[in-house]
């Protein structure tokens, strides 16, 4: 083979072409996106962590009450259905009672067509005869 | 389009058109194909990272410049003066002259390292003399000097190889 000139010779050896390098490994998102992102994180958890702890109290407040109500339903100083509504027990109700609103629950639908025992009388029967000066 | 969006395409762009040659510089400096591209790879991502080529006047020698200190650089950690790998490929041949590519890159492999790179720069990365001397920091004369020998001694080690096989 002859001996090529220089440009020549340079000319065969850029017919050679280099390789292709391998595609560029998946971009990573720019520092600002990525700050956004873990702001974006941030965020979304503290709210997740407030709403938990709003559903939280709700959901305990909420047994509370039920618990409440339980235990107004079952309580010993509620008056059973067949006991009569006296003064007796309207004072007692009063005086043990947790609030107001537990005493007047603890007396209300009382039935009236319970007979009243021997030297006993109803309440409102009393309160009725009263005669009130406005 | 977003700034940072458009930074990334014009250095993915880059990448397209320039990867091949300084890929084959990455090999002509590293001597091994994975560390070569390992290094492309690195001052690319590095750049779209930052997006700082607006004000880079000459784009493609600094591209050189950056892939020779991140070669450099990742060599340093290794060992300095990694033999080449004789098997893998650095070039796609004209005419799957396959045995023309290892007859070309064993002459490369020849060459002393310091011609090599600048044998490589100026025929495949098509740099200037005075761009290679400002990349490589020497006088535009030694890297004229060093591309005569490195090209002479190219010439007389690929040819005179074929003769020999022809001969033989």
Request: hydrophobic share 40%; proline share 6%; charged share 25%.
């Amino acid at each position: 083979m002859p001996t090529l000139d220089d440009e020549r010779f340079e000319a065969y050896l850029k017919q050679f072409r280099p390789l292709v390098p391998e595609p560029l490994p998946a971009v990573e998102p720019s520092l600002r996106a990525r700050r956004a992102v873990a702001l974006g994180a941030w965020a979304a958890a503290a709210v997740a962590i407030l709403v938990l702890g709003a559903l939280t109290l709700h959901i305990r407040t909420n047994r509370a009450r039920i618990a409440e109500t339980a235990e107004n339903v079952g309580n010993p100083e509620r008056l059973q259905d067949s006991q009569p509504l006296t003064m007796q027990s309207a004072n007692a109700l009063m005086a043990k009672a947790p609030s107001f609103k537990a005493m007047v629950d603890g007396m209300s639908f009382r039935s009236q067509a319970v007979p009243l025992p021997k030297g006993k009388r109803s309440a409102v029967a009393v309160l009725g005869k009263e005669k009130v000066k406005l | 389009m977003h700034r940072t969006d458009r930074n990334t395409a014009e250095i993915e762009s880059l990448y397209r058109q320039h990867g091949p040659e300084l890929l084959l510089f990455a090999q002509a400096v590293t001597g091994e194909r994975g560390r070569a591209q390992d290094a492309v790879h690195q001052v690319f991502l590095k750049l779209i990272e930052k997006g700082s080529l607006r004000q880079v006047v000459d784009k493609k020698a600094y591209l050189f410049a950056c892939v020779r200190n991140a070669a450099l650089n990742e060599g340093k950690q290794r060992e300095r003066n990694a033999p080449l790998d004789p098997d893998a490929a650095w070039f796609i041949p004209p005419d799957r002259d396959y045995a023309g590519e290892q007859n070309l890159r064993r002459a490369l492999e020849a060459l002393p390292g310091d011609q090599r790179q600048v044998m490589v720069l100026h025929v495949w990365g098509e740099l200037t003399f005075s761009q290679i001397s400002d990349l490589l920091d020497l006088s535009s004369n030694t890297v004229a000097s060093r591309y005569r020998y490195a090209l002479a001694k190219l010439r007389d080690s690929m040819f005179a190889k074929e003769n020999y096989c022809a001969n033989s």
